[in-house]
């Protein structure tokens, strides 16, 4: 079975960066979107930002001008830069990758804490 695997979380300060990985453990074929999603503690999963397989993208508006996300698609992954971080932005982060089929792939998540 393949699995996505995150990295890049941990504590930043408010203000600061931090760069979200997602690969693919195998291929997965026929991938129409990429994207990331985030949960805050007591609150629904909620998408961050998406990445089609021609490379339109979309974010939610808290997150507009502050995150960019990108994808390799030869390599079956996908990125999340996130600059001038803010407290609401704690959350742990999940990637997903849907296909034609409407088949979804999730990782397991990645904690991102922006404290002081």
């Known amino acids: 079975q393949v699995q996505l695997v995150e990295s890049g979380g941990g504590l930043v300060q408010p203000g600061g960066s931090l760069r979200l990985s997602c690969a693919a453990s195998g291929m997965i074929l026929r991938i129409n979107r990429r994207g990331w999603y985030r949960q805050a503690p007591g609150k629904e999963r909620e998408l961050v930002a998406v990445?089609?397989?021609?490379?339109?993208?979309n974010y939610v508006d808290s997150v507009k001008g502050r995150f960019t996300i990108s994808g390799d698609n030869a390599k079956n992954s996908v990125f999340l830069q996130m600059d001038s971080l803010r407290p609401e932005d704690t959350a742990v982060y999940y990637c997903n990758f849907h296909t034609i089929w409407n088949s979804d792939y999730w990782g397991k998540g990645t904690l991102v804490t922006v404290s002081s």
């Open positions: 990445i089609s397989s021609g490379g339109i993208t």
